[in-house]
């Protein structure tokens, strides 16, 4: 049975690479988002090994917060100048070097515009001079107050050379230097892991970067000869005592790379959400593929089973058969995924990490693992339902000239009815216990339900939409093969219908985020001019609070309010937390009214809470919080009134004073409200000229303004649709192999249709019919239930502020055109086959 099983495997190669073509596609998505993440994971380490070649022992202050990779970034901690000197005094110590290292140094570059970037920190530094690792590639170190030194890297895509001048950004407003040289590492590399390094003197670096002089981020200790670095490490403790945070160069390393794990599991997760839909997909394809195997194979496996094979071994045949194409699908998918995540992680590296070194690309065992078990498993599993369906294959069907009827949809109907009740209770209980598990568990399941249900509903979808085609022979004809077999053309469909409706559902939810949050702050937000720049890194753009003073003094200016924004530990928590200059005039311009209390200008001590953050956290006017800010001590806060979610930003607003104590000093906001008989028009060119040092953000008006805080809502839609693309290009290919397979099947009639006159043309247009149908009920299917479950998500958010429900009608009408592109395109190679096949030798075929 074990011979005659692969004999008939290896007798029909192409139904071979059709069946394991969607298992490929998802192993490689599976297996490249490990490669991809081992491989950056490994590089980093590299770069934080080399970081710290040098260092035997690292010093640096405990820091206020405990901030993670994904919690967002605080300010360093800082040491005063005179524990260098402490240091120094221990014995053992060969030298002792006081570092700045900040994130937050701005380049302008030749065009005027800040450096971006995209993840990597950009650091302001101390020049101590060149090493084994930094070694100057161009003029000098800087000596003066006013010039620096630039990584070569950050200087090329800046286009600025040795000679010019720069203008930098920092927790000052913008200032100019002379850069006077450039530097890299060693092994030819422009830069350590596609950092941004500005090098200042040391008490530039100190005023700048940190906002005081004679104090350091970290002392880098070299050991004397024959000292053990942990034997130093321990000794340097003891000696500063508690307060301090001193590790090895080893152990530096070690924590920095962990650091970054964190945002490198998170990443990898996000892929393989999309990896597992696009496995989803992959089923429908895999259980088409085999139920059309198994109807093709029907008079064989009769005749297998009239010449005593069991059922058993009947199920055991179109199993091993399913295994052989998972195994060979994993091991080819495993290649495919290797490949795509070094593609990725090279790119990566040169356009996300600005020329990261890359490791060597590796196998990490969670991909090999992960391959076999994706590509294996779910090739298995989609084959059960076939296999238990050829093992029903009575022996007298060996004797019929025609594969069995199609079995009553009874059964999968009133399970697909059930399934999809039980999803719709799922979602109505999310939405009345506003729990977003109960949501996504709601809507996984009516995804199931639907599939089940796409058979019932096709044969008179189908119906209506060949109709549109039914003008011609062929169109008739193609209208009828695409209803012949609802199951058929139920699961091909269905592939499509998770891809589209998954993207139709999240566009109207975002599109529904985007329309409420923006009618939210049309209506909160009464002032006209806002000063405000688009986040497009880890740091927000900010700019001069001077700016704010000035802004006021503007003919036709009647208010201004500026917002700080930082994290902070409140009550123990890490959240984020604003900072108003003033409360009075913020509540001004936002129109704001207090619920309880005063929204009063604060005092140094008192705070305000929206009342969701007060009622949350149990506390009512009166009441006190402690806070704990990226510098300073912990501070304790008196709660002085509370407003209504969304009447002011954020939930919860400190004094200006606290904005001294944030790691970043400077506004991110500023709010311009308008006199009398003032326009914008005449007002906001006044005011941009007042942000013509900060680049970063501009002075716009507030319909600018909100369209610029929305803006990131059309990027998520454009990433998801990105990773998604994926699995619409399985269910595509879906499409392709149920027609390929079918023309196989149906080659006898294909033979006898083109000897009573059907001409090859006509014949192509008949498969084309067939395909385009099909893909437009599974577009049309995705847009029905996304948009459904879209709606159910939106009302399950409404106490989130998301109560604008909002059908993407343009997207939705390009959905469905694409999917009769794709059916055209999908039927090209089937519709080639079927014309050119030999019409005597078609209708002499079994």
Do not use: C
Not at 157 to 163: C, E, I, Y
Not at 433 to 461: W, Y
């Amino acid at each position: 049975m074990l011979r005659a099983t692969l004999k008939s495997l290896l007798a029909r190669k192409l139904r071979l690479v059709l069946s394991g073509l969607a298992v490929v596609l998802g192993v490689m998505f599976v297996s490249g988002s490990f490669v991809l993440t081992d491989t950056l994971s490994r590089s980093f380490d590299k770069v934080f090994g080399d970081v710290y070649a040098l260092t035997d022992v690292g010093v640096s202050a405990a820091p206020k917060l405990d901030v993670g990779e994904m919690d967002g970034e605080t300010a360093p901690a800082t040491l005063p100048a005179a524990v260098v000197e402490r240091v120094r005094a221990v014995p053992g110590v060969a030298s002792a070097t006081g570092l700045v290292a900040a994130d937050g140094a701005r380049v302008i570059g030749a065009d005027g515009k800040v450096l971006q970037s995209f993840g990597p920190p950009r650091l302001g530094e101390n020049w101590t001079g060149e090493n084994e690792l930094l070694q100057l590639r161009s003029g000098r170190g800087p000596q003066a107050d006013d010039e620096i030194a630039l990584n070569a890297d950050a200087a090329a895509r800046a286009g600025l050379a040795v000679g010019d001048s720069v203008g930098v950004l920092t927790l000052a407003p913008k200032q100019q230097f002379t850069l006077v040289g450039t530097f890299g590492y060693s092994g030819g590399r422009d830069s350590l892991g596609g950092s941004q390094e500005v090098m200042f003197t040391t008490p530039v670096a100190q005023r700048l970067m940190l906002g005081e002089p004679g104090v350091f981020t970290e002392i880098t200790v070299t050991a004397a000869d024959g000292v053990a670095p942990a034997e130093l490490r321990d000794d340097i403790a003891a000696a500063l005592g508690a307060g301090f945070q001193v590790r090895t160069g080893e152990q530096l390393a070690e924590d920095s790379a962990a650091g970054l794990q964190e945002g490198l599991s998170f990443f990898t997760r996000i892929l393989l959400g999309f990896a597992a839909v696009a496995l989803f997909v992959g089923i429908f394809l895999i259980l088409n593929t085999f139920s059309i195997i198994v109807a093709q194979r029907t008079r064989e496996l009769a005749l297998l089973r009239a010449l005593g094979a069991n059922r058993r071994q009947v199920i055991g045949s179109v199993l091993v058969e399913a295994l052989v194409i998972g195994f060979v699908a994993a091991i080819l998918g495993l290649a495919a995924g290797v490949g795509a995540g070094a593609a990725l992680a090279w790119a990566f590296g040169t356009f996300g990490a600005g020329g990261l070194q890359l490791a060597g690309v590796g196998l990490p065992m969670s991909a090999v693992v992960s391959a076999f078990a994706v590509g294996v498993v779910v090739t298995v599993v989609a084959a059960v339902l076939p296999a238990i369906r050829a093992s029903r294959i009575p022996p007298v069907a060996a004797l019929q000239e025609v594969a069995t009827p199609d079995r009553p949809l009874t059964a999968i109907s009133v399970a697909g009815a059930l399934v999809t009740a039980a999803g719709g209770a799922g979602l109505a209980l999310g939405m009345a216990q506003e729990s977003l598990t109960l949501l996504f568990g709601g809507v996984l399941t009516v995804f199931i339900g639907v599939a089940l249900l796409t058979p019932l509903v096709s044969r008179p979808v189908v119906g209506a939409l060949g109709r549109l085609f039914a003008w011609s022979v062929p169109g008739r004809l193609g209208r009828l093969n695409s209803g012949r077999n609802p199951r058929r053309t139920a699961i091909t469909a269905a592939a499509l219908m998770v891809g589209i409706a998954l993207v139709t559902g999240v566009t109207v939810v975002m599109d529904s985020a985007k329309s409420s949050l923006a009618a939210q702050a049309e209506d909160a937000i009464k002032a006209e001019v806002m000063i405000s720049g688009e986040q497009t890194g880890p740091r927000p753009p900010t700019f001069d609070a001077a700016v704010l003073e000035r802004a006021a003094a503007v003919p036709g200016v009647r208010a201004v309010a500026g917002v700080w924004n930082d994290v902070a530990e409140v009550g123990g928590e890490l959240q984020y937390v604003n900072a108003a200059d003033d409360l009075a005039r913020l509540a001004d311009v936002y129109g704001a009214t207090a619920a309880t209390g005063s929204l009063a200008t604060l005092r140094p001590d008192q705070a305000v809470l929206s009342t969701d953050e007060a009622a949350e956290r149990g506390l009512a006017v009166g009441a006190t919080m402690t806070v704990q800010l990226a510098k300073g001590e912990e501070r304790t806060y008196t709660v002085a009134g509370t407003y209504a979610d969304g009447d002011l930003p954020g939930s919860i607003l400190l004094p200006a004073a606290a904005a001294a104590d944030f790691g970043i000093a400077q506004p991110v906001l500023g709010f311009v409200r308008l006199a009398d008989g003032a326009t914008v028009a005449s007002v906001l060119p006044a005011v941009s000229a007042l942000v013509a040092d900060s680049p970063e953000v501009s002075a716009i008006d507030r319909s600018a303004f909100i369209e610029q805080q929305t803006a990131g809502f059309d990027q998520v839609i454009t990433m998801i649709q990105i990773l998604l693309g994926l699995a619409i290009l399985i269910a595509v290919l879906g499409v392709v192999n149920t027609l390929a397979l079918s023309v196989l099947e149906r080659t006898r009639e294909l033979g006898l249709l083109r000897a009573v006159g059907l001409g090859r043309a006509q014949t192509m247009r008949m498969i084309t019919v067939e395909a385009v149908v099909i893909a437009v009920f599974g577009a049309l299917l995705g847009v029905v239930v996304g948009a459904g479950l879209g709606w159910a998500m939106v009302e399950g958010l409404s106490s989130e502020g998301i109560d604008k429900l909002v059908l993407p009608w343009q997207q939705m009408g390009v959905y469905l055109g694409l999917a009769a592109l794709v059916g055209v395109v999908a039927a090209v190679v089937p519709s080639i086959r079927a014309a050119r096949l030999n019409v005597l030798g078609a209708i002499a075929h079994e």
